[in-house]
C-alpha cells in the first residue's frame, strides 16, 4: 500500500509559477510510475505529466509540454511538478498518483491540491 500526499498548491498569477509536492509513504515506493493528473470544474480529470524513474523517461501533455517540469527525490519519495508560465487554464485540483510498472491504472490517489491562476 502507498500513500500519497499532496502540497504546494494555491493562488497565482497569469504567468507565475508554483510547486507542488508529492509525498509517498508505505511500501518502498522507487520503482513506482509517478504521475501528476488534473481536474477542472466539470470536467474529466485529465493526465499532466509521468516520470518513470527506473527508466528515465517522462511525459507531457501537450497543454503543459515546455512549460510543466515533473521530477523526483533521489530517493524516490517525493515527487514534483514544477509549473510555469501559469494560465487560467491551468486552474484546476492536481492529483498525485502512482502505480506499478505492470499495472496499467493508476490505483495510488493522494486527495489532491487546489491550484488557481488569476489572469
Known amino acids: 500500500q502507498v500513500h500519497l500526499v499532496e502540497s504546494g498548491g494555491g493562488l497565482a498569477q497569469a504567468g507565475g509559477s508554483l510547486r507542488l509536492s508529492c509525498a509517498a509513504s508505505g511500501r518502498a515506493s522507487s520503482d513506482l510510475i509517478m504521475a501528476w493528473f488534473r481536474q477542472a470544474p466539470g470536467t474529466e480529470r485529465d493526465l499532466v505529466a509521468t516520470?518513470?524513474?527506473?527508466?528515465?523517461?517522462?511525459y507531457y501533455a501537450d497543454s503543459v509540454k515546455g512549460r510543466f517540469t515533473i521530477s523526483r527525490d533521489n530517493a524516490g519519495n517525493t515527487e514534483y511538478l514544477q509549473m510555469n508560465s501559469l494560465n487560467a487554464e491551468d486552474t484546476a485540483v492536481y492529483y498525485c498518483?502512482?502505480?506499478?510498472?505492470?499495472?496499467?491504472?493508476?490505483?495510488?490517489w493522494g486527495q489532491g491540491t487546489q491550484v488557481t491562476v488569476s489572469s
Open positions: 498518483a502512482a502505480r506499478e510498472p505492470w499495472r496499467s491504472a493508476y490505483i495510488y
Open positions: 516520470i518513470n524513474w527506473s527508466l528515465g523517461s517522462r
